[in-house]
């Protein structure tokens, strides 16, 4: 097995498989986000540059991220492949990646946008003790938290407007990636619209 990538839309539930994959597969998870979060705060070369995008409000550019990956598959544990988490985004992304990684698996988490909206804007913790519950699917209890003093936190990007703004970039720069590795013989594509274990047991058997 090669490297894999994971990819879907904001809210598909990639963390969660994810790390499920990582455990069957024994493959490290690179996200870029950690990667970038860790270069800075170590301060390297590449950690400086990135920095000066991200001060700035910018995008930090392609050609800084794929120095991070290149840094990262040099590293002892990613001589058998890694499963790359959110990245690449884009079509150029892909390319480059391809000529710093051996790609055997491409899997998408499917899950329509009404279902993505639904699952992000219900989302609601409690600011006391950290408990996740959800409107819909995980409520409140009547009682209340188990802590006992409730204290209800919404993250402010968590609003209907954000997340359709999220999916229509999503759609515009990650969702031709599909047919990009389609070409390819590398995409798959699972159900994310029902109980975890049941897409993580499809994703597995894509594995095999």
């Not at 519950?133 to 919404?154: A, L, Q």
């Amino acid at each position: 097995m090669g490297s894999i990538v994971l990819f879907g839309p904001p809210g598909a539930g990639k963390g969660t498989q994810a790390q499920r994959i990582m455990e069957h597969s024994g493959l490290p998870q690179v996200s870029t986000g950690d990667m970038l979060r860790a270069a800075v705060k170590a301060g390297s070369k590449v950690g400086v540059e990135a920095k000066r995008y991200m001060d700035e409000g910018a995008l930090v550019p392609d050609s800084v991220i794929l120095a991070l990956i290149k840094e990262r598959m040099l590293e002892p544990d990613a001589s058998g492949g890694v499963m790359f988490d959110g990245f690449p985004r884009t079509i150029p992304q892909a390319e480059s990646l391809s000529e710093l990684a051996e790609i055997s698996h491409v899997l998408a988490i499917d899950v329509p946008d009404e279902r993505i909206v639904e699952r992000i804007c219900g989302r609601v913790a409690c600011g006391n003790c950290g408990a996740v519950y959800h409107d819909s699917f995980n409520p409140v209890p009547s009682s209340g938290c188990t802590c006992g003093k409730y204290d209800e936190k919404r993250r402010a990007d968590d609003n209907e407007t954000t997340v359709r703004k999220r999916l229509e970039a999503y759609h515009q720069q990650t969702a031709p990636l599909a047919a990009w590795y389609t070409a390819r013989g590398l995409f798959h594509s699972v159900d994310g619209d029902r109980d975890i274990p049941a897409i993580t047991a499809d994703l597995l058997a894509l594995l095999e």
